[in-house]
């Protein structure tokens, strides 16, 4: 990794820890807890597709970070799940783009997330955060049954914006929900 790319992971796993951490002590879930719960998804999608395209990622944690993430993962993952569901929901045809993105978010979630939370802590997950993984995958599968409708050429209230696409750059094949279409967005970004 350049310099740039190991500052810009540097920033994107405080950013991650950070938010993972407020959203894990939140009190007050009812005013603040679904646009924490946002923003905690969008930096697991920023973490996420950085860890799949960097496999060398684990040296970038520092010995606080490792401390961190094992000391908030478990609460902020429960709790991240809990509000799925609501986010999931309410997505509408018209916002394809963003059922997309928040399944890769799931995605990353419960297979990036959770197995460097499995390696750091060294343990398996405990039966709250496992029952937790179950209700995400009911999620994930919500996701897939309605973009899976939605993309139908007979199905025409989907629409796909390309301004909603993400940087796609990282995002294995797997998401393959993801057109090469939306992926040549991105394909000379930078970022």
């Known amino acids: 990794m350049s310099s740039t790319e190991c500052t810009d992971m540097q920033r994107v796993v405080k950013e991650f820890l950070s938010r993972l951490h ?5 009190t007050k879930e009812v005013e603040y807890g ?7 998804y969008t930096s697991v999608y920023e973490l996420g597709r950085r860890l799949s ?14 401390t961190t993430f094992k000391q908030y993962f478990p609460t902020g993952f429960v709790k991240l ?4 569901p609501g986010l999931v929901g309410n997505i509408e045809p018209s916002d394809l783009n963003i059922a997309r993105t928040r399944r ?3 995605w990353f979630l419960k297979n990036e997330l959770l197995d460097l939370y499995k390696e750091i802590n060294g ?10 993984l179950d209700k995400l995958q009911t999620s994930d599968n919500m996701l897939d049954s309605d973009i899976s409708d939605w993309i139908r050429p007979d199905y025409d209230e989907a629409v796909d914006k390309s301004e909603d696409v993400p940087n796609l750059n990282g995002v294995p094949p797997s998401h393959d929900w993801w057109t090469e279409e ?10």
């Open 104 to 106: 890769s978010q799931i």
């Open 53 to 66: 395209a960097h496999p060398d990622y684990r040296q970038m944690l520092t010995d606080e970070d490792k």
């Open 22 to 26: 407020y959203l894990s002590i939140l």
């Open 182 to 191: 939306h992926r040549r967005i991105w394909e000379n970004s930078k970022e």
């Open 123 to 132: 343990k398996e997950l405990t039966t709250e955060m496992q029952s937790a």
């Open 81 to 84: 799940v809990d509000y799925t």
């Open 34 to 40: 679904y646009s924490n719960a946002l923003r905690l």
